[in-house]
């Protein structure tokens, strides 16, 4: 399996960082994607790209709760610090009406630009969206460009799914813990989902799945959602692993 979606590079892990790489490793999880953030978290990031090369792969952008006066600066360090090559996506980008909408007009901007960029370097993209679906079709139909990427912590409806299909054609959903809690909308219509349009993550350390639900998460968790998703579809757990690491391994190129 690959992790697509891990903040391995959390200070979290501090305490017990080797063990839960080992755990990871244990559990199946041949390789990750680390999300960058911002500036405060790059360093950090790059450390770990260099200590895990060839297991964990890093993303480059500017996250939507990172986004305040400062944008300007803290876009020009994407810029900046973007070398071909080294990260395999733009983000987490894209926009968070939940946390704050204090700088909304600029996280579109910030978004937008994002996207271009993506676009530009044949990078697939991150999406981060809270609160905020339609505003983040309306930046994507703004900018105009055929990109690709997923919808991180995909959490909306069929119909929202359906939309993306339609109109977002080189985009898949990020699924991971919360597929697994009690009453999950999710749940109800993955038997409608093909594999193909389905990418495994955790987001840890947070959307920790059941059973370990409100503790920290961690890679090696992926397994209770790989589980859970072959289940609802009524397929293997080896058919779900092939199917979703071939998806990862075609979007990042890894
Ligand atoms: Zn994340």
Request: charged share 30%; with cysteine.
């Amino acid at each position: 399996m690959i992790d697509t979606h891990s903040h391995i590079y959390d200070e979290a892990y501090d305490a017990d960082f080797s063990e839960v790489l080992q755990r990871a490793k244990d559990a199946g999880v041949e390789k990750m994607v680390m999300p960058g953030i911002d500036s405060k978290c790059h360093g950090r990031m790059m450390e770990f790209t260099r200590r895990l090369e060839g297991y964990a792969y890093p993303a480059i952008g500017l996250h939507p709760t990172s986004v305040e006066s400062n944008w300007k600066e803290e876009l020009q360090f994407v810029w900046d610090n973007y070398r071909e090559g080294e990260f395999v996506a733009v983000g987490e980008i894209a926009l968070d009406e939940y946390w704050s909408k204090d700088f909304l007009e600029e996280q579109k901007r910030v978004f937008e630009d994002q996207l271009t960029f993506a676009w530009e370097k044949d990078l697939p993209v991150i999406i981060h969206s809270r609160n905020a679906t339609e505003d983040i079709f309306e930046c994507l139909d703004r900018v105009g460009r055929p990109v690709r990427g997923v919808f991180h912590a995909f959490s909306g409806s069929y119909e929202t799914y359906c939309r993306i299909k339609k109109s977002y054609e080189g985009f898949k959903i990020g699924v991971g813990g919360v597929l697994t809690y009690k009453n999950s909308h999710l749940a109800a219509f993955m038997d409608r989902v093909p594999l193909d349009d389905i990418l495994l993550e955790t987001d840890a350390p947070w959307l920790t799945p059941v059973p370990f639900r409100g503790k920290r998460n961690e890679s090696s968790y992926i397994r209770y959602t790989a589980e859970k998703l072959s289940e609802l579809k009524g397929v293997s757990f080896e058919e779900t692993d092939s199917v979703t690491t071939a998806n990862a391994i075609k979007m990042f190129g890894i």
